[in-house]
């Protein structure tokens, strides 16, 4: 496995039995292994989850720690994890002034007695003067997937609390006491977290060579927007309407999937892009990912467009995706793309302004078409809690530049993001 996998868990294990993670390592330095098991914010809020040497399980033992030659055994009752506990983070710190680089292997083992099991490798040329990793992670989106991080921090384990929103309480003793009697606390104090090293857009992308040339226009976009450490879940909902045929004969559908799937690789923690057709009625697809990107236009559109009928019905698919996401915890991006025919209204302006209780941003695009009716009033609808909603349209979704693109795309989301942050929606 390389830095950035990611999986979803069952197809290795039964989640509903003990699973074992197991961290070993052959290096000359005093090494710590914590398991974090962290809210939706990705924040430490309840610190009896905080599985390490001196706390070796969580309260009812869905988490423990035991010892084991060269290194650390957690165990996992995923099934009876609390629901506030969204991700658990596997961890190697150091106590001392070594660094991770100086290690010489470092091995993780994810299994369940009689099945496969995931192995993971680390040395230390994939680090330099770290002094703490996340190693990986297993987290709930839909179900319990894992991740390989493998991301460092110049600090040790301090620095790791810091990341998490806690921080490391002093012991009241001198530097002599015996490490098993100091406990690190955490404490909710909203710190500013360290910086993870994220595996690069770039290098996510390298399994997909056709969409390699559209790094450098987003990832400019994303550090003018300040945009580069944003979390977020991307959607994307494609008008099959039949004023969509000549499109999906030429190749535009195909080339919005393209152009939007590298914000969800940046964006959410999978890398997939929720995805959903819609005409008179609508119909959520399998996501996109790298993987399965050429084969989000099936080679039957015709038939899925006879299928979900033939003429504009948005309230349908509006309120499709305010379900998927009404209980999101993190900002969801949706890029809604339509050719126009929209009439309703009514009906989609109260969608949109019910909608802008939730942390949903819609982005909506018209490619060539025209009567976009209510779409091209958004930012004059009055009414809502947040500005939740921004409108473009292009003559030719093809012919224009991946700069003037994902500025259009992305010029509204900051701002909604900071508004919805200062009403405390995320």
């Known amino acids: 496995m ?18 074992c993670v197991d961290m070993q390592i052959c290096g000359n330095a005093d090494y710590d292994f914590c398991c974090f098991g962290v809210d939706q914010s990705e924040k430490l809020s309840d610190d009896r989850y905080m599985v390490f040497y001196n706390q070796r399980q969580s309260p009812d033992g869905e988490l423990s720690l035991e010892d084991i030659n060269g290194g650390v055994r957690f165990k996992l009752q995923l099934s009876k994890l609390p629901e506030k506990i969204n991700r658990l983070i596997f961890t190697l ?16 083992k994810v299994y369940q007695a009689g099945k496969e099991s995931i192995d993971l490798e680390l040395t230390g040329k994939d680090f330099s003067n770290e002094r703490a990793v996340i190693v990986i992670e297993i ?8 991740g390989f991080v493998a991301g460092g921090f110049d ?52 399994k997909a060579p056709h969409l390699v040339s559209l790094v450098k226009p987003l990832v400019f976009e994303l550090k003018k927007k300040n945009l580069e450490t944003t979390v977020a879940r991307v959607g994307l909902v494609l008008d099959i309407s039949g004023s969509m045929s000549q499109r999906f004969k030429n190749g535009t559908v195909q080339e919005i999937v393209n152009k939007t799937l590298p914000l969800a690789v940046q964006f959410d923690d999978d890398g997939e892009l929720d995805f959903w057709y819609y005409g008179t009625t609508a119909r959520r697809m399998k996501s996109v990912n790298l993987d399965n990107y050429t084969e989000a236009v099936p080679a039957d559109w015709k038939r899925l467009m006879m299928e979900l009928g033939g003429r504009n019905n948005e309230p349908t698919v509006l309120k499709m995706v305010v379900d998927a996401y009404k209980n ?15 009439n309703n209204k009514k009906e989609i302006q109260n969608i949109i302004t019910q909608a802008s209780h939730l942390p949903i941003f819609w982005q909506f695009v018209g490619v060539g078409g025209q009567n976009y009716g209510i779409l091209e009033r958004l930012d004059t609808m009055t009414g809502r809690y947040v500005d939740n909603a921004g409108f473009f349209a292009l003559d030719d979704f093809k012919k224009v530049s991946n700069e003037e693109l994902y500025a259009r795309l992305l010029e509204e989301f900051p701002k909604w993001l900071e508004d919805i942050r200062k009403k405390g929606m995320i």
Request: proline share 4%; aromatic share 6%; hydrophobic share 30%.
């Open 93 to 108: 710190s150091i106590d001392g002034t070594q660094t991770v680089g100086e290690m010489q292997s470092l091995t993780t």
């Open 155 to 206: 600090g040790g384990l301090s620095a790791l609390l810091k990341h998490f929103g806690g921080e490391e309480v002093k012991d009241e003793n001198t530097d002599d006491t015996p490490k098993e009697t100091k406990k690190p606390e955490a404490t909710n104090t909203g710190s500013e977290s360290v910086p993870v090293k994220k595996v690069s857009l770039e290098k996510k992308l390298e």
């Open 2 to 19: 390389i830095r950035g996998w990611k999986d979803k868990l069952e197809k290795y294990v039964n989640l509903n039995e003990d699973i």
């Open 328 to 342: 999101t915890k993190i900002p969801a991006y949706v890029l809604f793309i339509t050719d126009g025919g929209v």
């Open 139 to 146: 987290y709930r989106k839909d179900t319990w997937r894992i």
